[in-house]
């Protein structure tokens, strides 16, 4: 079964940084891409940044654009977000899910998350 699971998230203050990582089980990464999406309290789920299965070609949210960087290690079976200069905005529930591509659906079904909290 194919199943990812986030964790890295905290309480940081703003323009701190924080890492998130996805650990993938069940499948290997680099045949994959990986999205990382997130949703705040009251808000639709929106999409932060995806990588392709080779790991050659991101996408990032402009929101996030120059601030955030996606990565993965497929010897690890881990995609990473490098989240740097962190602000409230940020807050919410991150989560990952596997594509076969970067625009099309998901395969793999939400997890839990992990939650980031952006304050002073």
């Known amino acids: 079964q194919l199943q990812l699971v986030e964790s890295g998230g905290g309480l940081v203050q703003p323009g701190e940084s924080l890492r998130l990582s996805c650990a993938a089980s069940?499948?290997?990464?680099?045949?994959?891409?990986i999205g990382w999406f997130r949703q705040a309290p009251g808000k639709e789920r929106e999409g932060v940044s995806c990588?392709?299965?080779?790991?050659?070609?991101?996408k990032y949210a402009d929101s996030v654009k120059g601030r955030f960087t996606i990565s993965k290690d497929n010897d690890k079976n881990t995609v990473y977000l490098q989240m740097n200069s962190l602000k409230p905005e940020d807050t919410a529930v991150y989560y990952c899910?596997?594509?076969?591509?970067?625009?099309?659906?998901?395969?793999?079904?939400w997890g839990q998350g992990t939650q980031v909290t952006v304050s002073s």
């Open positions: 990588i392709s299965g080779s790991g050659g070609s991101t």
């Open positions: 899910a596997a594509h076969y591509y970067c625009s099309g659906p998901r395969i793999t079904n």
């Open positions: 069940g499948f290997t990464l680099g045949y994959y891409a």
